[in-house]
T-cell receptor, first 111, second 114 residues
Framework: QKEVEQNSGPLSVPEGAIASLNCTYS??????FFWYRQYSGKSPELIMS????GDKEDGRFTAQLNKASQYVSLLIRDSQPSDSATYLC???????????FGQGTRLTINP | ETGVTQTPRHLVMGMTNKKSLKCEQH?????MYWYKQSAKKPLELMFV???????ENNSVPSRFSPECPNSSHLFLHLHTLQPEDSALYLC?????????????FGAGSRLTVL
């Protein structure tokens, strides 16, 4: 079983719609969760972090965490073509230096 | 520019060559990482250095040899690589503190082994 699992996509969403990206993790000791965005040919950049159950909003982005279900999601409202990228989910135990990544979901926003 | 600089950006080498990848961070971080990114596979953690001490070696073959001379610089020495080692090698840094560990990545070094 993969430690962090994502649907590789591609996920196609029309411009202006909500894009929903999902991630599950197997290590119940994971405490911190991150979403990174990676444009083609570029390095990953952090867009959201979440540490406690519930929702966390930052502009058009909302991260959701459910530790009981071992599930993390990222919602992108009012999707723009510039949101087209691969989104990487990552998890780590508290105080640990090992950040475990999923394989990423490729998102395409269609104008 | 993320504050983490990697050189070279592209490298082509034969299986008998010896080369090195270099990473430098200007963020005042005290932990540095090497990750390998291959097509359709998750980012794989290779090595972690915290306060210049190697704290993680993720079962990486000995043909990859890391070096961390100080908290701002990290090297990955390469020798007798195999074609399957062709990948994007990403350096990252973070500030070691309690709780979450937020990584800042460099632009990567694209390695091709012939």
């Amino acid at each position: 079983q993969k430690e962090v699992e994502q649907n590789s996509g591609p996920l196609s969403v029309p411009e202006g719609a909500i894009a929903s990206l999902n991630c599950t993790y197997s290590d119940r000791g994971s405490q911190s969760f991150f979403w990174y965005r990676q444009y083609s040919g570029k390095s990953p950049e952090l867009i959201m972090s979440i540490y406690s159950n519930g929702d966390k909003e930052d502009g058009r982005f909302t991260a959701q965490l459910n530790k009981a279900s071992q599930y993390v999601s990222l919602l992108i409202r009012d999707s723009q073509p510039s949101d087209s990228a691969t989104y990487l989910c990552a998890a780590t135990r508290e105080g640990a230096q090992k950040l475990v990544f999923g394989q990423g979901t490729r998102l395409t926003i269609n104008p | 520019e993320t504050g983490v600089t990697q050189t070279p950006r592209h490298l082509v080498m034969g299986m008998t060559n010896k080369k090195s990848l270099k990473c430098e961070q200007h963020l005042g971080h005290n932990a540095m990482y090497w990750y390998k990114q291959s097509a359709k596979k998750p980012l794989e953690l290779m090595f972690v250095y915290s306060l210049e001490e190697r704290v993680e070696n993720n079962s990486v073959p000995s043909r990859f040899s890391p070096e961390c001379p100080n908290s701002s610089h990290l090297f990955l020495h390469l020798h007798t690589l195999q074609p399957e080692d062709s990948a994007l090698y990403l350096c990252a840094s973070s500030h070691k503190s309690s709780g979450a560990n937020v990584l800042t990545f460099g632009a990567g070094s694209r390695l091709t082994v012939l």
